[in-house]
Structure formats: C-alpha cells, structure tokens
C-alpha cells in the first residue's frame, strides 16, 4: 500500500538534506586555503519482489519478469573531489602551492592515528626552534623536518623541493632542506580530520614518498597559496537542484497521506 | 453488485502500487546511473478468454465482463538520460547502449552507474564499494599501477603516462526485460544468459544523471491520486446502492 511510498520518499528527503549539509559546508569553504570539495553520491534501496519472475499467471501465462518495488534511495558516500585549485600570488616566500597531485606530510598530536597527518595547505612558518611548521592549528611540523637557520636571507625554494638561502655574511646561496611530498593510490579514501588535515586510511593505500615531479607528483610553487576548488556557481545551482528534489519528495509524501485517508474514510457511517 | 466493489478495490490497490513506484522513482531523481521503473497495469482476461466458456449453457453476458485489472511486471525506462560534467576524470558517463560489468567475488553484475575510484591495492571499483572490481572486456579486473595520472578515452581505454594500460569493458544482454535490480545501482542478470560486448561512448568526467522527470513522475502521481478516489468514490456507491438493497428494498412498514 501507500506505506511504501511513504517510506520512499521519507528516504528521498533523508538522503537530500544530507546532500544539502554538504553543499552547505562547501559553501562555508570556498575560501578556505586548499580546501577540497566533496560531493554526495546517491544509490537506490533495495527492491522489494511482489512477484517473482517466471511465476505462472492466474490463466496459465508464464511472467517472463516478476513485479518489483523500490524502497527509496540512500547516500551511497560522499566523495573528496581532489581537482587542483587556482594559484594565489601571496609574496610571502613560505607559502607553497603543490600544483598536481600529492600532500606535504606533517606531525599532529600522538593521539590522532598514527601521529602522522597530510595536508595541501602550503602556508608555512618558521617557529622558535627554527623548524618549518604549518600556519593552521598547534604549527604542525614538517615531516621530513626542514630547520631554517637564523639569519638566512632570499629564502629560495625550487619546483622540486630544494630549500636554498644566503647565510648572513655568505656571498653565495646554499642548499638548506628538502620538502618532499606524499602521494596515495586513492586519495578520496583519506579521512578529512578538518584544519585541512587528511589521514591515511586502509582505503587510501600506504603513503608514496617522492621529490616534487617525480612519479606524477606535482611540483611546488613559492610565494602562491592554492584556493578552495569549490566553485560557488556550481554549488548554488546543485543546492537548488537538491531544493526542489526535496520538495518533489514532500509531494509523495503528501500524495501517499491522501491515498490513505482516503482509504481510511471508505466505510460510511 | 459485490463483484463490481472487488473490481473497484483491484483498481484501488493498482494505484496504490503505482503511487509506490512512483514514489521510488521521485526518490532517486539524484541517483547516478537509474533508471525510471514504469509501473503498467494490464486488464485482467475475462472467464472466456482466459479459459474459454465455461459450460455450453455459460451466460455469453457474464463470460465477457471485464474482470478488474492487475499489475504488469515492472519494466525499466532505459532511455539515456543527461550527462552531467564533475571534472573527475574516474567518473564516466555512457552514451549508448551497454553497462559497465562489476565483480563482487567472482559475482558478475550490470550498472550504468560510472562512479569509479582507484582502491589502495591499485584496481579501479566503484566509488561505494571497494569489494566491487569493475571489470576490463574479458571479465577481468582492471590493474592500474603507480600513482601517474590516468585519462579514459571515449572508446574506453585507460591510458597511464601515454601507454594503453587497459579497456574498460561495457556489455550488454541478451534480453534487457531479465535484468533485475539489486539496488546499490547494481542490475543482476540470469546466469544463463551470455553477455556480449557493447561499444557506447565513454565521456570521461561526467556521470549520467538518473533519468527520472520530475514533471512526468509528478504528473503520473497526481493521476493516480484521483484515479485511487475515483475508485474509493465506486466502492462507496456500490456500498450505497447495497445498503438500499438490504435495508430498503422489501421493507415491511
């Protein structure tokens, strides 16, 4: 009866305003430093058989297929997009865009998985121990460590990595660390730990250390910061497409209450 | 007389089942890759059809009259429906006719549904399920090694640092009506029938949005809504003329 169709779009609209927390959080990030977007997939609910196929008709006929109803749809999960963002010139010399593919590595705190946590977010400072750290959160440091000496002027870091600057006094540059960057098989399969962090998971595949440019990893950008890939046009037309998705499914519902009232009203007094 | 209220109630529950379908398809109107049930109904053969008159003295008035309707078995919309650009290149859109084949532990499925990632042991499977291998045109997983970009050709072949690596097969069956869908977007199909290959046009970075419309499917609900009172509205009469001929009809004052 009309139940199933109550319980179908119940599904509907479930599955959409999850769809529309998403859409919302894109949203919020579109000018969050190298955030990624995610987006819903949605799958159909499994069928329910009112008649097998092949089953003998009541005059004798053999149905060549059976009768089957669908129960709703779900989430069937949500996926990273990982496309590169646009480069933003910012003149500080610490800031590094990865154009392509791939992660710096840093060190979080012990406690959240194995201590070890990936990130795009390229904005880098030098803390008072001299290391490279991060901007966001505790300054998480740079994994394989870079320790920038004091004084060292014309800070230089090239596409695949190298760290080179002029020692006070020295005439001429020297080489002063290696950034390396981290790349994964699945890179939808790392879990986001937000502040623009991402862990490695069993999806995700092992890290794949490599010097910026190599295995298909991509090269860095000194003085540029890579902006959010959420596209603000793109989100507002899927956020009212999952609007009115929503309310098509109200409207089911709606169809379905009527089916059983009147059903319900059938018998006269 | 109470053969014409079962008649109304066989309507009254064919629209509700309508509704239902209906209702499933509105639902996934966002799904990637489904494809819209229609729910038909067909009239019931009368007696003399279906077995013929039932005795030489059989009333030719009675033999033919109508005998309700039921559900036909639910057939599937397989028209295209639009392609929608996500900029990932693993997500691929099919134009044409044909279905990606799935392996789950050696159980071969069908879908449209073109949602495909890289696992962490390097096999292309959908984006939903890891356990799920899409499958390359002799039935066998895809392997793509490293990390080096991957493009898809329009003909379906994954190409990995300007080297052919793999195909991604499409294929299609025999009888289209024997599919069965799992849910998950997944169609299973008999075991014995053979499936063939088929050559639609791989879009990669786009999906292939559900082909449910949304006028349509509103349009449809809004008919069975009235088509359901209608029938309520028969059985209540009947039940009318039913009370007058019980309680009226003879009446002794």
Known sequence: MAITALHAAATGLRALSTDIDVIANNLANSETTAFKGSRVNFEDLFY?????????????????????????????NTEIDMSQGSMQNTNNPLDIGIQGPGFFRVKVLSTLGDGTAYSRNGAFYVNADNELVLGVGDGYQLVPPVTIPTGVTNITISQDGNITGLKAGAEAPTTIGQIKISQFVNPQGLSQLGGSLFQET???????????????????????????????????????????????????????????????????? | MLYGMYLSAAGLIASSYRQDVIANNIANSETTGFKRDLALLQQRPTPAEGFGPLD??????????????????????????????????????????????????????????????VNAGGQLVMADNAQETVLDPDQKPIQISGTLPVTIGSDGTIMQGGKAVDKIG????????????????????????????????????????????????????????????????????QDETLDKLVNDVGKIS
């Open chain 1, 48 to 76: 329910q058989t009112l008649k097998q196929p092949g089953t003998d008709g009541s005059t004798g006929q053999i149905a060549p297929s059976g009768i089957a109803v669908g129960l709703g749809t779900r989430i069937g």
């Open chain 1, 202 to 269: 069993a999806a995700s595949g092992p890290p794949i250390e490599s010097i910026p440019g190599d295995q298909g990893s991509g090269q860095l950008l000194q003085n540029f910061l890579e902006a959010s890939n959420v596209d603000p046009v793109n989100e507002l037309v899927n956020l009212i497409k999952t609007q009115r998705a929503f309310e098509l499914n109200s409207q089911s519902i709606q169809t379905a209450d009527q089916a059983l009232e009147t059903v319900a009203n059938l018998r006269r007094s």
């Open chain 2, 56 to 117: 030489d003295s059989g009333d030719p008035m009675l033999d033919s009259l109508g005998t309700g309707i039921f559900a036909s078995p639910t057939t599937v919309d397989t028209s295209q429906g639009e392609l929608e650009p996500t900029g990932n290149n693993l997500d691929i859109g099919l134009q044409g006719s044909g279905y990606f084949g799935v392996s789950n532990n050696g159980q071969v499925r069908l879908t449209r549904n073109g949602q495909f990632l």
């Open chain 2, 170 to 237: 499409t294929f299609n069956v025999a009888d289209p009506a024997a599919l069965r869908k799992d849910g998950d977007t997944m169609l299973s199909f008999p075991q014995d029938s053979a499936l063939t290959t088929a050559s639609p046009t791989y879009r990669s970075g786009y999906i292939e949005r559900s082909n449910v419309e949304p006028t349509t499917e509103l349009t449809e609900l809004m008919e069975m809504q009235r088509q359901l009172e209608a029938n309520a509205n028969m059985i209540k009469y």
